[in-house]
């Protein structure tokens, strides 16, 4: 399905259903009275004494509402929930008279006090019971079976607490009321056991209402309760199809689950997260499967990367057991034998941008991304729509909330979602992104628990920034309150121990980062160019150039260093330029030391128009010298091309060929290039690295530059080219030549 079709074809039914209000009235006055005769009968029942197992399941029930009740106090809600401030009061009034009544329910069922039935009594009719019913209809699971069951079990506890108000005096009603106040109770319980155990993924919630009904409702009206229970069940989806259903379509959306870890339909929303750097994408999943990290897969971890491909385990094992045939599995054949497994890439993608996703921003990103299904940058009604069809609300509190955030734009934006959607990208994050593709899922109270945990990480790292760091850091000297926020939520802590290498010179560079204790070693070669302690900072430019990385970093000693991943990194330097500039200047700062010690300590003796240069050539030569890495048999420059650029060698050796016949092998110190910008032929011979080689370049205008404030340079590097070209050049170069 293309992504102009799946926003096309946005559920709308939801508020048409919401129009007829007069086919709702007859659905829910049938369903009432399907249970008027078993209540009637239940009415007339005289008090009987109360069994052992009633007792104990009394008990039970009151120890799982408390964990229950606990983890409403602690955890914040789902998302759909907080959207909206009158949705966050239904909800708080719910729980608030949830407790209440848990409370006084515990009191009449053991004391036999009429006042605490009294209370529980009210407490359900007055609160409890009207804030589930309206909480009905926005219901996760499969709504076929998820409504008619919640109505069911909201008319039994108001039927029940009825019953109690007018008998306060008998236990049987403080007891059945209780035990129907806990049937929501039993759901959560079976949820989170079926979560554990990884059962039923796909109708979790729906099967949970199903095993808490079978778990309370024989406890209440024996086995006809089971028999109301799949009447009324059979009743309501008979008589929505006739009053609603219109088209297969609309059934399938109303029998469907609607998982509480979702955040888009199944399928919808497109992987957008190759790209040019997919090999080490799937390096990256490479060492995330490698939990012995000894450099191969093994059986066990290979299963582990074959899982998402959706074979069974006899064709899983066979076709580890063929790859495994001549070995373990290391990283190259793992590219060439498994990466290319569509499913197997796909998880891998996702998986490794969920781990990489440390920080806030970075979650926020990951899941922005996801609901973006048209890649434009900004979410709209319909992909918002989609998102809160989901999870079960009808499509005018998308407008209204639409409305809220978006403040009369009609979309919003990433600024926007990251900062005023934070309950959503959160829990998107860790309920859905860590449970699908992280390699510990953990269960859903620890995935809960880590999301405050995170949140809490986060307030720390802005209180450590604004206590210890603010006044180390160069570019934070006058950052303000939304700066260093927004700083706080890129950065992730790591730990390096005495002598770990950071990163290497020559890496690709996908992080920056800031030293909040200890010292780092910047080396080029074994060579020392730095030393830098708190408050400094390593690898902005390969963030800002695309370069590879110009040297390596390691800890001096135990060190404590606060990353950002690249894409944070260009978050905070687009959104604050002071930012960007002076870690611009700090770079071309650093990148003219660099040049300069390279100058002073390897070539200076070694090119030739460099033998007695002056500090001020050096100087000139060192801020305007650009680094570039050749692989091994990488073409430098090709014969018969234009072009514009001088080179130098620092290190490694180059071969030049004219015709396929080897003119010179060049190593440091030498330097070519200089005839292209001289005259306006064009190149003579080629040049191809013979190995890892790191080169030194002019660019055409600081080369004739270079020459013209140095008369010395330009006529050595002029008789350097008349030795190797026996076709004079004028006297005085072409400036203004554009040739190569």
């Known amino acids: 399905m293309s992504t102009d079709m799946i926003l096309k074809s946005a559920p709308s039914s939801a508020e048409s259903v919401g129009a007829r209000p007069l086919r709702w009235l007859v659905l829910y006055s049938v369903l009432g009275l399907l249970c008027v005769p078993v209540f009637r009968h239940s009415a007339l029942q005289p008090e009987t004494p109360v069994g052992v197992d009633t007792w104990v399941l009394v008990v039970l029930s009151t120890l799982a509402n408390v964990i229950v009740i606990a983890y409403h106090y ?8 907080l959207m909206l401030p009158w949705r966050r009061w239904i909800l708080r009034v719910h729980i608030v008279s949830g407790t209440i009544e848990l409370v006084a329910g515990l009191m009449a069922c053991f004391s036999f006090a009429p006042t605490a039935a009294r209370v529980m009594a009210i407490a359900a009719l007055g609160f409890h019971v009207p804030t589930a019913l309206f909480q009905t209809r926005i219901v996760f699971g499969s709504k076929a079976i998820m409504e008619p069951s919640y109505l069911l079990c ?4 108001g039927f029940c607490a009825m019953m109690l108000l007018t008998h306060p005096e008998s236990r049987m009603w403080a007891i059945n009321t209780f035990l129907v106040f806990n049937v929501y109770v039993w759901c959560r319980v079976y949820y989170y056991l079926f979560d554990l155990l990884k059962l039923f993924t796909t109708q979790k919630y729906t099967i949970s209402i199903l095993a808490a009904g079978a778990t309370m409702i024989p406890a209440l009206f024996g086995s006809l309760g089971l028999m109301l229970l799949v009447g009324s069940i059979g009743s309501y989806v008979l008589l929505y199809r006739v009053l609603f259903v219109r088209s297969p379509a609309a059934y399938w959306d109303f029998v469907r689950e609607r998982a509480r870890e979702s955040v888009s339909p199944s399928g919808f929303a497109p992987d957008r997260a190759a790209g040019p750097d997919e090999p080490a994408r799937a390096l990256e999943f490479f060492r995330l499967l490698d939990r012995d990290g000894d450099g ?10 074959l899982a998402p491909w959706g074979l069974s385990v006899t064709a899983l094992d066979e076709f580890a057991s063929r790859l495994l045939a001549q070995g373990d599995v290391d990283q190259q054949r793992f590219a060439r034998d498994v990466w290319t497994i569509g499913a197997v890439r796909n998880h891998g993608l996702r998986a490794v941008a969920t781990e990489g996703a440390a920080s806030e921003r970075d979650q926020a990103a990951l899941v922005f991304r996801h609901l973006d299904l048209d890649g434009d940058g900004v979410l709209t009604r319909k992909e918002l729509d989609l998102l809160l069809h989901e999870w079960g609300l009808p499509q005018v509190e998308t407008e209204r909330y639409l409305a809220r955030m978006a403040s009369g734009r009609g979309e919003i934006n990433f600024e926007h979602f990251y900062k005023d959607m934070r309950p959503v990208w959160r829990y998107a994050y860790y309920e859905v992104f860590r449970a699908e593709y992280s390699g510990s899922r953990g269960d859903m109270i620890g995935r809960s628990v880590n999301a405050i945990i995170g949140a809490r990480r986060t307030d720390a790292l802005r209180e450590r920034v604004k206590r210890e760091l603010i006044t180390h850091v160069l570019f934070l000297a006058e950052a303000g309150e939304e700066l260093i926020a927004d700083l706080a939520a890129t950065l992730v802590t790591e730990n390096y121990r005495a002598d770990q290498v950071v990163f290497e010179e020559g890496a690709p560079g996908y992080t920056f980062y800031l030293i909040a204790a200890g010292n780092l070693r910047v080396t080029r070669d074994g060579e020392l160019l730095a030393e830098l302690g708190r408050g400094g900072y390593v690898g902005e430019g390969a963030l800002l150039t695309d370069e590879p990385r110009g040297a390596t970093v390691t800890a001096a000693g135990e060190t404590v260093l606060l990353s950002l991943t690249r894409d944070s990194f260009s978050y905070l330097t687009e959104k604050y330029p002071a930012v960007r500039n002076h870690l611009q200047a700090a770079h071309r700062r650093r990148l003219t030391d660099g040049n300069l010690l390279v100058l002073g300590r390897r070539l200076i003796g070694r090119v030739p128009f460099l033998h007695g240069a002056t500090d001020q050539l050096l100087a000139d030569l060192a801020a305007a010298l650009v680094p570039q890495r050749c692989e091994a ?14 080179f130098m060698i620092e290190k490694g050796a180059v071969r030049v060929s004219r015709a396929g016949e080897t003119l010179a092998n060049l190593g440091p110190g030498a330097c070519f290039g200089e005839g292209v910008l001289l005259s306006t032929a064009p190149r003579a011979a080629t040049a191809v690295a013979l190995e890892d080689t790191r080169l030194l370049t002019l660019d055409r ?10 008369p010395d ?28």
Do not use: M
């Open 74 to 81: 602690l955890i914040p809600a789902h998302p759909k929930f």
């Open 701 to 710: 205008e600081t080369f004739h530059t270079i020459l013209q404030r140095h």
């Open 154 to 157: 909201i008319v039994t506890h």
């Open 713 to 740: 340079v330009r006529a050595a590097v002029l008789a350097l080219h008349r030795s190797r070209n026996p076709f004079p050049l004028p006297a005085t170069p072409a400036a203004g030549a554009v040739n190569a």
């Open 633 to 646: 048999q990488e073409v430098v420059v090709a014969e018969g091309q234009t072009g514009d650029l001088f």
């Open 296 to 305: 191969r897969l093994n059986r066990d971890e290979l299963r582990r990367a």
